[in-house]
C-alpha cells in the first residue's frame, strides 16, 4: 500500500525566516496531495493541498511544491510567525479512485521569537 | 453550520468496558472518516463511509473494533472489550466528495485505565 514519509520531524526556526518540510510518497498513481496543520490540543485542519496536474500552488506565505518524478512534495512557509507553531502533516491518496488519504508521521515546528 | 461534532469529548474507562464514539458530520457531505492519532502511530484512518456504506475498514485494528452509519447525519465507532492500548485520541472527519478537504471534527480523547 501507499507509505508516505515525512521529513523532519521537528523543526526549529527563527521568527521571520523560511521553513521547509518534505513528504516522499510510493504509489506512482496518487494524485492529491494536502498538508494539514494541528496546533496543541486542537483538531487537524487543511492548510493547502495541490494536484497532481500542477506542480506548484501558493497561498499567501504558504506554498507547495510537487515533483511527480521524484514523487515527492514539500511544504514552504515563508516569514514566519509564532501562530505557525504546529504540527504539520502531509498526506497522499494510495491509489486512483481509493478516496483516502494517508498520512505522514509529522513535523513538529516551533518558531522561535 | 456547526461543523463536525463528537462526543464525548473525554471518555475514561476501565478495561474490559464497552465504549461508544459518535459523529455527526456536516450536512451534505457524502463521505465520513474514522481516524485514530496517537504519538507512536501518528494519524491512522480506522474506516471511511461513502453514502453511509463502509468502503475500507483495513485500518480497524482487530475485531474489538466496529463502526456504522444508520444514517447521513450519525456514525458510531465501538470498541467492545476495551483495552489499554486503545488509548487515543479518535478523530471523525467528513468532505464532500473525493479528494477534497477533509474537515475534523474536535476529536474524543480515550482513556483506558
Known amino acids: 500500500g501507499e507509505n508516505v514519509e515525512q521529513h523532519p520531524s521537528t523543526l526549529s526556526v527563527q521568527e521571520g525566516d523560511s521553513a521547509v518540510i518534505k513528504c516522499t510518497y510510493s504509489d506512482s498513481a496518487s494524485n492529491y496531495f494536502p498538508w494539514y496543520k494541528q496546533e496543541l490540543g486542537k483538531r487537524p485542519q487543511l492548510i493547502i493541498d495541490i494536484r497532481s496536474n500542477v506542480g506548484e500552488k501558493k497561498d499567501q506565505r504558504i506554498a507547495v511544491t510537487l515533483n511527480k518524478t521524484a514523487k515527492h512534495f514539500s511544504l514552504h512557509i515563508t516569514e514566519t510567525q509564532p501562530e505557525d507553531s504546529a504540527v504539520y502533516f502531509c498526506a497522499a491518496t494510495p491509489i486512483q479512485g481509493a478516496q483516502k488519504l494517508v498520512f505522514g508521521q509529522g513535523t513538529r515546528l516551533t518558531i522561535n521569537p | 453550520d456547526a461543523g463536525v461534532i463528537q462526543s464525548p469529548r473525554h471518555e475514561v474507562t476501565e478495561m474490559g468496558q464497552e465504549v461508544t464514539l459518535r459523529c455527526k458530520p456536516i450536512?451534505?457531505?457524502?463521505?465520513l472518516f474514522w481516524y485514530r492519532q496517537t504519538m507512536m502511530r501518528g494519524l491512522e484512518l480506522l474506516i471511511y463511509f461513502n453514502n453511509n456504506v463502509p468502503i475500507d475498514d483495513s485500518g480497524m485494528p482487530e475485531d474489538r473494533f466496529s463502526a456504522k452509519m444508520p444514517n447521513a447525519s450519525f456514525s458510531t465507532l465501538k470498541i467492545q472489550p476495551s483495552e489499554p492500548r486503545d488509548s487515543a485520541v479518535y478523530f471523525c472527519?467528513?468532505?464532500?466528495?473525493?479528494?477534497?478537504?477533509?474537515?475534523f471534527g474536535p476529536g474524543t480523547r480515550l482513556t483506558v485505565l
Open positions: 450536512s451534505g457531505h457524502d463521505y
Open positions: 472527519a467528513s468532505s464532500f466528495y473525493a479528494y477534497n478537504e477533509q474537515f
